[in-house]
């Protein structure tokens, strides 16, 4: 399978803990982004890596949230001292340095708070 | 405040007709514009795209019509297929931003009848 892939898929943690997610990318593409999706919404950006250089954040990212993306590859996404607002689909999308480029999802990381 | 709007949250339509799913936005910088569907539980998926230079754009049954001086696009799928039932997102992107983040609206679930 050469798309998108995210771990887990599935995630519960109780309020208060850290979580981290994982995404792959497909593997020629140089920008990995994440969104987040919540009921009824259609995905928002939170951040975006141009290879390793992260190099736009949204305002949704609050301090709670960092991404790294170590040599341009796979990304992290890290939320830290979860709250129950936290709870959504986290997803992650690549695509190439070009314009117009589509951009193409991973399955998502669901995450639920409690 | 909505930047990309999709105004009908439902569609219902007879299988064999034509489904029409429409999007407006209002930032005038948008370039870019796109379609993804999506079933329960996974990640978007790509669909079809258009350039603001175009006013069409056409791949199998599914055509994209973009009226700029309107903000309008609408997503033509002939003939509809029980299989294309799923959340429709219009998604558009500013290049001269330089990220190519995607702004989405909030979808369309378009049930498709036997």
């Known amino acids: 399978d050469t798309g998108v892939s995210q771990d887990p898929r599935h995630k519960i943690t109780k309020r208060g803990q850290n979580v981290t997610f994982r995404c792959d990318p497909i593997?020629?593409?140089?920008?990995l982004y994440w969104y987040r999706q919540t009921l009824g919404q259609g995905p928002e950006f939170l951040t975006y890596?141009?290879?390793?250089?992260?190099?736009?954040k949204s305002r949704l990212l609050s301090d709670r949230f960092s991404a790294e993306r170590p040599k341009g590859s796979f990304s992290t996404l890290e939320i830290q001292r979860t709250e129950q607002g936290d709870s959504a689909m986290y997803l992650c999308?690549?695509?190439?340095?070009?314009?117009?480029?589509?951009?193409?999802f991973g399955q998502g990381t669901r995450l639920t708070v409690v | 405040d909505q930047q990309v709007k999709q105004n009908s949250p439902s569609l219902s339509v007879q299988e064999g007709r034509i489904s029409i799913l429409n999007c407006d936005y209002t930032?005038?910088?948008?370039?870019?514009f796109l379609w993804y569907k999506k079933y329960p539980a996974e990640g978007p998926t790509f669909l079809i795209s258009?350039?603001?230079?175009?006013d069409k754009n056409e791949d199998g049954r599914f055509t994209v019509f973009l009226n700029k001086s309107a903000k309008h696009l609408s997503l033509h799928i002939v003939p509809s297929q029980p299989g294309d039932s799923a959340v429709y997102f219009c998604?558009?992107?500013?290049?001269?931003?330089?990220?190519?983040?995607?702004?989405f609206g909030k979808g369309t679930k378009l049930s498709v009848i036997p």
């Open positions: 999308a690549s695509s190439f340095v070009t314009g117009g480029s589509e951009a193409f």
């Open positions: 593997s020629e593409h140089n920008r």
């Open positions: 890596f141009q290879n390793e250089a992260q190099l736009e």
């Open positions: 930032n005038s910088m948008f370039d870019y």
């Open positions: 258009i350039s603001s230079i175009k």
């Open positions: 998604a558009a992107s500013d290049s001269g931003a330089g990220s190519y983040q995607l702004t």
